[in-house]
């Protein structure tokens, strides 16, 4: 698809998607090769060894890169193998400056991988990103962001922070996970590179564990891709067709989850046991006019406190949903429920969680695309 004026959920059916020259497939065909026959050496049809390159993965990675309105996308074998790859951009004795609330996995590949190579983060509250200078000095290389993020859904203004590290020659990531490039598009913003958890929304079934970097800088993807193929933490080709499979129904999929999401919200807020919401399309959550600005819908994550912070009641309450289920991940058409503090943030320790804001007793929902009636009533049976 040559066209880039076309509008994002056209983008989304066709973008990197050809019909097959071969059989005329109108999908892309699964590449179940590890190599390729060349008619002579170095004489070939584009592809030589399938870690390097493989059709499916090349669909993927135009599709990936159209969407977010980039000019490469590399795919990636987790959503971590991504982050991975980004970290070898660096040197030891580096310095990263990271929101204080984001993924648990992430936090735990900065400090207890990439601390023992000699790289050095600091995590702090982005809310204002002004506060982000403090910790800039001449070691100071990359700015990591997760908006909204993960658990507590805060809002990291993504101009103000590529404002910062472009007068400090810095490296803006930029974690699009939970908005996903249907409600935001940090390239567009100023970021440099973009990452998601391909797992999650653009995979969309909870059937296949995928991760991507989409980039505009000629020189950063030449870094990337020669990361890719020497660490080799690449995709087969199976998990590449079930993300652009994935990909094609995004638009519909966040249209229902933000519905589904606001109902739920609200339901949770006029609920007399719940406390605190956590929830972007509140109109007082903390920099909601910055969400409104960055984002074209507030998303289906959701997180919640029961008053009076007892764990007991929250366990209660996670133990006891039907539709509702118990499990990690997130961005499914199924709707989940977790408990960050000991299942996807269990390698945050207790201290830093806490002071961060993420009590042992928060729950956090992924809305999914169910009948928003039925899930607001196995909610109102499991809290009571």
């Avoid at 070939?44 to 059709?55: D, F, I, L, S, V």
């Avoid at 809002?155 to 400090?168: M, N, R």
């Avoid at 995979?203 to 995928?210: F, L, P, Q, R």
Wanted: hydrophobic share 40%.
């Amino acid at each position: 698809m040559d066209n880039k004026n076309y509008k994002l959920a056209t983008k989304l059916i066709h973008a990197g998607v050809e019909p097959d020259p071969t059989t005329g497939a109108i999908m892309t065909p699964i590449y179940q090769t590890s190599t390729y026959v060349q008619e002579a050496p170095g004489k070939h049809k584009g592809y030589e060894y399938a870690r390097t390159q493989n059709p499916t993965r090349t669909a993927l990675q135009n599709a990936l890169a159209a969407i977010e309105l980039g000019k490469y996308g590399l795919s990636f074998g987790s959503g971590l193998a991504a982050s991975d790859a980004v970290m070898k951009l660096l040197n030891p004795g580096d310095e990263v400056i990271s929101t204080n609330d984001l993924y648990g996995g992430t936090y735990r590949i900065f400090t207890k991988v990439y601390e023992r190579y000699g790289l050095k983060f600091h995590f702090t509250g982005m809310s204002d990103a002004s506060t982000i200078e403090q910790y800039i000095n001449v070691n100071t290389k990359m700015i990591w962001v997760e908006t909204p993020t993960n658990p507590l859904l805060n809002i990291i203004d993504i101009e103000a922070c590529a404002a910062i590290a472009k007068k400090h020659n810095l490296i803006l990531v930029v974690d699009n996970t939970f908005a996903s490039p249907y409600l935001q598009n940090p390239l567009t913003l100023g970021a440099d590179i973009v990452l998601h958890s391909a797992t999650k929304y653009l995979g969309g079934h909870s059937d296949v564990v995928h991760g991507a970097l989409i980039v505009n800088s000629d020189v950063l993807h030449e870094q990337l891709a020669f990361i890719q193929n020497s660490c080799g933490a690449v995709p087969g080709p199976h998990d590449c067709w079930l993300v652009l499979r994935g990909i094609k129904t995004l638009h519909v999929r966040m249209d229902r989850h933000c519905e589904n999401g606001k109902k739920i919200a609200h339901y949770l807020r006029n609920h007399p046991k719940v406390d605190k919401v956590y929830w972007v399309g509140f109109e007082d959550h903390p920099n909601h006019d910055i969400a409104k600005k960055q984002m074209r819908g507030f998303g289906g994550m959701i997180s919640f406190t029961l008053k009076g912070d007892n764990l007991d009641e929250a366990i209660k309450v996670l133990s006891s949903t039907k539709l509702f289920a118990l499990a990690e991940s997130l961005g499914g058409v199924e709707s989940l429920i977790g408990h960050p503090a000991s299942m996807t943030h269990g390698s945050i320790p207790r201290e830093e969680r806490i002071k961060n804001g993420l009590v042992d007793s928060l729950i956090r929902l992924s809305v999914g695309i169910e009948d928003a009636d039925d899930l607001i009533e196995d909610l109102n049976q499991a809290i009571g």
